[in-house]
């Protein structure tokens, strides 16, 4: 049996615009498994982004419970939150987040310096990162000065350079052309295959098919939850995915 490594309760979120309230997670039990890459799908507005956001902590809920590991996320005050999230999880968004003032290397090394002090070290750490992602000759670069798909590898380096115990991403392929899609999953791929829990927001079929489990939202709640059988190809999974999707409304 696998470890659990994000758990919710009962969990739900509703947003108050003016006099309504729109209720957008509507009491989600969920357990995320250590090792696993998990994929969230769903129609456009079905609460995907949001899900994940509770889950990372970046949104209170409503109500229910969040657990990372041992820490009550739904019970923990911003500063709190804030030491565990640099911890435990990396985000990489879809709109890269990059802070546009400071260099490539200065962008990864920002969570690093948070978190440890040993600048020779992280600097190593950081440099051997974007040798991986292959943007090891724009370490000076502002993320002005770079593609989109460089962007990206840049704010996959910065997810993980804590060693995060989870690597969430939402539509981290939304804003790039397809080869630079690929490159991103295949980093995802790379790092879960080494181990790295990781948990991916997309409604592109092809990109869900690097999970080894697809949870579908409709409405703020689980409607399906499927699982690939180990061992199948890309084009086997993609096969079974369509299938699964025909007939469902989204
Ligand atoms: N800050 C907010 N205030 C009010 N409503 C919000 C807010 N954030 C999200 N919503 C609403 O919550 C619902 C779910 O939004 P969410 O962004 O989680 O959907 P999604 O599944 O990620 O959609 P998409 O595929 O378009 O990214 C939508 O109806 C959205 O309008
Ligand atoms: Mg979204």
């Not at 709190?80 to 090394?109: A, C, H, K, S």
């Not at 040798?131 to 502002?142: P, T």
């Not at 869900?208 to 949870?215: D, E, M, P, Q």
Request: negative net charge; aromatic residues 6%.
């Amino acid at each position: 049996m696998k470890e659990v490594i994000i758990e919710s309760k009962g969990l739900t979120k509703q947003y108050n615009t003016g006099q309504t309230t729109v209720p957008v997670i509507n009491g989600i039990n969920l357990s995320l498994y250590k090792g696993d890459f998990t994929v969230i799908m769903g129609s456009s507005g079905s609460g995907k982004s949001t899900l994940l956001y509770l889950l990372s902590g970046l949104e209170v809920p409503s109500g229910g419970e969040i657990w990372l590991q041992d820490k009550p996320v739904h019970s923990l005050d911003e500063k709190m939150m804030t030491l565990i999230r640099r911890e435990y999880i990396g985000f990489v968004f879809q709109d890269f987040n990059l802070v546009p003032n400071l260099t490539f290397l200065e962008n990864i090394l920002i969570p690093a310096y948070l978190v440890k002090n040993d600048r020779n070290k992280l600097q190593e750490r950081a440099k051997e990162l974007m040798r991986k992602m292959d943007i090891i000759d724009l370490v000076d670069r502002l993320p002005s000065e770079v593609s989109g798909g460089q962007q990206q590898r840049c704010s996959m380096a910065r997810a993980i350079i804590n060693n995060p115990r989870v690597v969430m991403a939402d539509e981290p392929t939304g804003n790039l052309n397809s080869s630079s899609s690929e490159a991103v999953l295949d980093i995802l791929t790379d790092l879960n295959e080494q181990g790295q829990s990781v948990v991916m927001v997309t409604h592109e079929v092809k990109s869900a098919c690097r999970a080894n489990r697809i949870i579908f939202l409709k409405d703020g709640q689980i409607e399906d939850d499927l699982r690939f059988d180990d061992g199948l190809t890309i084009e086997e999974k993609e096969m079974q995915l369509l299938k699964w999707l025909a007939g469902k409304d989204w």
